[in-house]
């Protein structure tokens, strides 16, 4: 296909994540949002809330196909993931739900990920994995400290998203799931 005399190559805007069933995501809505008064920022819809193993942002066919059949070796154990925690980062002006005890599985999944997609040409964003979930973006201050029940979450799966952007906001569709023993 040509473009201005210039080879377009077709992209997919993709990242790992794990994916919370609608459940853990009105549990997360029930429990958090009654006592989030926080009006300055933007909430991320809660059907886009999820937690990054890896951004590849744009890719090719090629490194698209790559991930898919490296993932098809990631091996990890389920494990479950207390989000007990309310952060605040200043520089991308976000507040994030995580947790403060991350499971060794967890760890465990991400670097074995992190390692196979390796040989599609990605290399990791950050060393240090600090799992999180969006909440909201452009959030100029740091917000009041919250007291609510920790969300325990079952996590027996990670998926392969692709993220399309459009005039509403983010589009998230799952492209492949990968069960956890």
Same mark, same amino acid.
């Given at each position: 296909?040509?473009?201005?005399?210039? %080879?377009?190559?077709? +992209? /997919?805007? *993709?990242?790992?994540?794990?994916?919370? !069933? !609608?459940? *853990?995501?009105?549990? *997360?809505?029930?429990?958090?949002?009654? =006592?989030? !008064? /926080? @009006?300055? $920022?933007?909430?991320? @819809?809660? #059907?886009?809330?999820?937690? +990054?193993?890896?951004? %590849?942002?744009?890719?090719?066919?090629?490194?698209?196909?790559?991930?898919? &059949? #490296?993932?098809?070796? =990631? +091996?990890?154990?389920?494990?479950? %993931?207390?989000? !007990?925690? *309310? $952060?605040?980062? &200043?520089r991308p002006k976000v507040v994030w739900l995580g947790c403060s005890q991350k499971p060794a599985a967890l760890d465990a999944l991400f670097g074995n990920l992190n390692q196979q997609i390796a040989d599609c040409g990605y290399s990791p964003e950050y060393k240090i994995f600090q799992p999180h979930m969006t909440l909201m973006r452009k959030v100029t201050r740091k917000p009041k400290p919250l007291k609510f029940q920790p969300v325990k979450w079952q996590c027996i799966e990670f998926v392969l998203v692709e993220s399309k952007v459009d005039d509403k906001g983010s589009i998230y569709k799952i492209i492949n799931t990968w069960k956890l023993s």
């Open positions: 296909m040509q473009q201005s005399g210039k %080879l377009k190559i077709p +992209t /997919h805007r *993709i990242f790992f994540a794990l994916w919370p !069933d !609608d459940a *853990i995501r009105q549990q *997360i809505h029930r429990q958090i949002y009654p =006592v989030f !008064d /926080h @009006p300055q $920022g933007r909430k991320v @819809p809660k #059907q886009n809330w999820h937690i +990054t193993l890896a951004f %590849l942002g744009n890719v090719s066919d090629e490194v698209y196909s790559c991930v898919q &059949s #490296q993932a098809d070796m =990631v +091996t990890g154990k389920s494990f479950e %993931l207390e989000l !007990d925690i *309310i $952060g605040h980062w &200043s």
